[in-house]
């Protein structure tokens, strides 16, 4: 009979790893979500943070905190043109991006939009939204875009893990 049980037992732990590797291939094979690009460098949420702080150049301000969700820390890069919010798994790992604003006009989304976009520029290249509060979200992926509209004229841009 205990072999029985310990058949059973194996036979379920296979099953669960199996479901889990066969749940876990179409996410990596899925679209990411929206890209933020700077000066040649390609950034996803939670993609590796390293290319794009280092093409940025020395931060005007920089914060590390220890990580409420992990055992690392998380970081707050400030540059002239945007921000950037990274988090990391262990002290020493590497960081990924969770967040990412836009701060002026001299940046732009992959799809042309940058703060000062009209309204209607807008809903051309992402397509219409319901905003709630001015704020219109898109979700691609596993980012979320969301972009504040104040008297027809785009005033935040903000990409953010979903």
Known sequence: MKTSIWTKLAALCLAVVVAVSTVAAPV????KGYVFKYKGVSVTMNGKAKK??????KPKKKIVKKSCAYKGKDRTYTYKDFKVQTYSKSNNGAE???EIRLLTNKVKTKEGIKIG???EQLTKKYGKAQPKFGVYTYKKGSCKLQFMVDNGKVTAIRYFAA
Do not use: D, P
């Open 28 to 31: 990596e094979a899925k679209s």
């Open 52 to 57: 794009l702080i280092k093409k940025a150049g």
């Open 96 to 98: 990924y991006v969770s």
């Open 117 to 119: 976009s009209t309204e």
